[in-house]
């Protein structure tokens, strides 16, 4: 059985920031899409980062998170992190883990719709 636990969410105020943790237990897949999701009130889930452990590319980043967050994995492959800095408003959502064994790619965006296992959420919220 899969389990994504994520721990790490607040409240911050603008300019702040934060760091999401995602630990990763029973997947045991030799590759893993690794990333993040998030849904803000109202709106639909959005991607955020992703990352395919089997390829030789840099972790994908939505444009509007592009050098503020980072995504990083731990060497075990067992915790996935996000790191936040100069955090926004229109950043406050739920923000979700999820993992599976190959990234999937509608055109130049992560399908994030078809990963397979999703953890159960942090809320970030960035106010004054």
């Known amino acids: 059985q899969v389990n994504l636990i994520e721990t790490g969410g607040g409240s911050v105020q603008p300019g702040g920031s934060l760091r999401l943790s995602c630990a990763i237990a029973g997947f045991t897949a030799r590759t893993k899409c690794v990333g993040w999701v998030r849904q803000a009130p109202g709106k639909e889930r959005e991607e955020v980062a992703a990352?395919?452990?089997?390829?030789?590319?840099?972790?994908y980043y939505v444009a509007s998170v592009t050098g503020r967050f980072t995504l990083s994995l731990d060497n075990a492959e067992t915790t996935l992190y996000l790191q936040m800095n100069s955090l926004k408003p229109e950043d406050t959502a739920m923000y979700y883990c999820?993992?599976?064994?190959?990234?999937?790619?509608?055109?130049?965006?992560?399908?994030?719709?078809?990963?397979?296992?999703w953890g159960q959420g942090a809320q970030v919220t960035v106010s004054s």
């Open positions: 999820a993992v599976d064994s190959v990234c999937r790619w509608a055109g130049d965006r992560w399908d994030f719709p078809r990963m397979r296992y």
């Open positions: 990352h395919f452990t089997g390829g030789l590319s840099t972790p």
